[in-house]
């Protein structure tokens, strides 16, 4: 990759090449880094405040100041981007739709026209979100990438305006458009349903915290992967996806909420209720959600972190989060 008119083929990217990660500080971010060091790529980190991970160099890129992406975009001259950095939760995003508007859609607005500006057109895999499909008919699930784009809220709206940005960019920088659907793991934050459970059983094994589950609703049903696996799905896409395509990422089947909490706290030491909390449930939400991945598939992704494995290890996590603060 590199300069724009370069000989090689768009979708290809070097080993070797020099990879920018935004938000390299957050969850998917640092098993991102993780993942693209073990495989002996060359990676900088694009990250809101200096000094907030060790793994890689780091440079400042603030999605909601356009001089800090475009400095940061010229300082390095990327090969490569995988572009994570994003107001990950709906709740947030929903409670504070400008700062959704301006760090999940103008901040990657920001970074494109940044390479295409400086001439340069490094591959770039921009994470989406499944949230675009909106509330979904049953009869036509399991959702395909050429599904109908329905946003319902400030997140959903964000994320699929984003994701046309591989459109209007085409001529300049070539865009692979990622659709992760749920996914959790070791260093999710409690704003999501899963780690929110762990966080909460932790407590409670030590008790912190009377046996008590204080969740929202637990009806939807949802297809959860591991980060682990979202993130080889992420490299997968760097190295073999085309420009301008969307390619889900999850694992085809779902299962209520409700299951996902029962499995989790099956793990529990310690016996204990689930209650819903009103406060916690969001009304915008999605009665089932489930994608086909056979896109995806056809490049060679699978499935490698079963449902068990993710769930012991995000409560594991956890656990150790508790002991040690």
């Known amino acids: 990759m590199g300069q724009a008119g370069s000989t090689q083929p768009p979708e290809v990217v070097g080993r070797l090449s020099k990879v920018l990660v935004t938000g390299a500080s957050g969850f998917a971010g640092r098993w991102m880094v993780r993942l693209l060091l073990a495989r002996g790529y060359d990676v900088v980190g694009g990250v809101r405040r200096l000094d907030e991970t060790s793994a890689c160099p780091e440079i400042l890129m603030d999605m909601e100041d356009p001089s800090s992406v475009f400095a940061g975009i010229k300082e390095i001259k990327p090969e490569a981007i995988i572009h994570l950095a994003a107001m990950a939760s709906p709740h947030l995003s929903n409670d504070r739709p400008e700062a959704a ?16 500006v400086l001439g340069l057109s490094p591959k770039v895999v921009l994470a989406g979100s499944a949230t675009v499909y909106g509330k979904v ?28 940005l591989a459109g209007v960019f ?3 920088v070539p865009v692979v458009v990622a659709r992760p659907f749920n996914h959790t793991g070791p260093g999710q934050g409690t704003d999501f349903v899963l780690p929110a459970a762990a966080a909460q059983i932790a407590s409670i094994e030590v008790g912190r915290k009377e046996p008590i589950l204080q969740l929202g609703d637990l009806s939807s049903e949802r297809d959860f992967l591991d980060v682990r696996d979202v993130v080889e799905a992420y490299l997968l896409l760097l190295e073999k996806g085309l420009p301008g395509e969307v390619y889900n990422i999850c694992s085809g089947t779902c299962k209520p ?34 994608g086909d991945n056979s896109r995806l598939g056809a490049l060679g992704w699978t499935r490698r972190i079963d449902a068990s494995t993710m769930l012991s290890d995000l409560l594991d996590h956890w656990r150790g989060k508790t002991i040690h603060p």
């Open 170 to 172: 085409a001529n300049s």
């Open 137 to 164: 008919d049953p009869a036509h699930l399991p959702l395909r990438e050429d599904s109908p784009v329905r946003p319902t809220d400030a997140y959903s709206l964000a994320k699929a305006s984003a994701e046309m």
């Open 257 to 290: 909420v409700q299951d996902w909490i029962s499995e989790l706290a099956g793990l529990s030491r310690v016996p204990m209720e689930v209650r819903t909390e009103p406060s916690r449930v969001f009304a915008r939400s999605n009665p089932r959600l489930v």
């Open 101 to 116: 508007y301006q760090v999940n859609f103008l901040g990657a607005h920001r970074l494109l026209e940044a390479c295409r």
